[in-house]
């Protein structure tokens, strides 16, 4: 699945992440998915990660979201731009975010 970021700073990224194990997650900016995969494999079952694009793709939507299912993982798609009320409002249902990191991707340790 392609991924569009630099490969050294996404590992370090990716170290992170498997260090805090978020249960709650927020990604914005999906594209073809390729760091969602990433969240998804590094990810324990039971967490819930909150996918946010504006762009019209559905292809990865559907399948990353039956390979999430498979692996236990809650995973929601959110089409929209991250700054609209809207948006805020949906990504706001699904619980509170207390760190922020960088490349777009916000991890909700609650
Ligand atoms: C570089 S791509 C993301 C790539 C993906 N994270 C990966 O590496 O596999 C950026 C995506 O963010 C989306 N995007 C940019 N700003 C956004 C915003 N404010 N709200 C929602 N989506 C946004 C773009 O439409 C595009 O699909």
Redesign the pocket.
């Given at each position: 699945?392609?991924?569009?970021?630099n490969p050294e700073e996404?590992s370090q990224l990716l170290e992170l992440y498997k260090q805090a194990k978020p249960k709650k997650v927020l990604?914005?900016?999906?594209?073809?998915?390729?760091?969602?995969?990433q969240w998804i494999d590094n990810s324990e079952p039971g967490t819930t990660i909150v996918a946010?694009?504006?762009?019209r793709?559905v292809d990865y939507r559907l399948t990353n979201q039956s390979y999430a299912e498979l692996k236990e993982i809650n995973l929601i798609f959110i089409k929209?731009?991250?700054?609209s009320e809207s948006?805020i409002n949906l990504v706001n249902h699904h619980g509170p975010m207390i760190l922020y990191s960088l490349?777009?991707?916000i991890l909700m340790k609650v």
């Open positions: 699945m392609t991924m569009l970021q996404f990604e914005i900016g999906v594209k073809f998915g390729g760091t969602l995969r946010v694009d504006d762009c793709q929209g731009d991250s700054h948006v490349m777009a991707i």
